[in-house]
Each structure stands twice: as C-alpha cells, then as structure tokens.
C-alpha cells in the first residue's frame, strides 16, 4: 500500500499538463481549501477532484470491485471516503466554490474530458 500515491498520478499529470498547455492557471492541493482539491483555480472560485474510482466508490466497474480480503475493512474505508467527500463538497459550496469531478475511468475518452473540462472552466 506505500507505493498508492495521492499526489502527482498518472491521471492527474496528464489533466495538469492538457489544462497547462490552454493557458489555465491552478494551484496544486490547497491545504487552506476543503478536501485539498487536487487543482484549484482561486480567481475563478473553481476546483477540481481528480479521484480514483476504487478508492472513493465511483459506480463503474472498477469502483463497485469489492476485494475478497479483509473485504469489511476496505467497504468500512471506501464508505468513509465517501462520506469525507461529501461532507468536503458541501464546505465548498458553501464558500462560494464550483465542483468537478474527474473520475479515473473517464481518462479513457481524454478528448470528452478534455471538453468537459474546458467548458466548467470558461463558464
């Protein structure tokens, strides 16, 4: 489990470099913000949550996968998350913040994301 990293993944290296390469600016994993967005954009009030499908319950086939050790802990775990998330998205909102949410089995159809993205940034 040391080698899970929180920061700096696959997914989120390639959305900062695309989001970079458009001319947005960020700030990476703000500690004074809710949550820690994984990229935040102060001038527009925007955040982005990069999130792995497994570890915060996504509803796709990788995120309903229940492991067959110790399977208690990790729904015990991933149900926590779950709730931290909402609980963090609802101190946001009511800072004035907007919300997306990059699940990690969205990174298969990059030029979607990429347009999602986009649009929740210049609007």
């Known amino acids: 489990m040391k080698h899970i ?4 993944t696959k997914p989120e290296m390639r959305i900062r470099k695309y989001l ?3 001319g947005f600016r ?6 004074d913000i809710p949550g820690k967005p994984d990229l935040t954009f102060p ?7 990069i999130n792995g499908c497994f570890w915060h319950g996504h509803d796709c086939k990788r995120g309903a996968r229940i492991p067959k050790s110790n399977t208690a802990y990790w729904l015990k775990k991933i149900g926590r998350n779950v709730e931290r998330d909402k609980a963090n ?4 909102k009511e800072l004035g913040y907007e ?10 159809d990059f030029p979607a994301l990429a347009e999602k ?4 940034l210049n609007a």
Do not use: G, P, Q
């Not at 990293?5 to 700096?8: A, E, F, P, Q, W």
């Open 117 to 120: 993205l986009e649009a929740f």
């Open 43 to 49: 001038s527009r009030k925007k955040v982005i949550f």
């Open 26 to 31: 960020y700030r990476l994993h703000k500690e």
């Open 20 to 22: 970079f390469s458009k």
């Open 99 to 108: 919300i997306a949410t990059v699940w990690e089995c969205e990174m298969k």
């Open 89 to 92: 998205y609802l101190k946001l």
């Open 5 to 8: 990293r929180s920061n700096d």
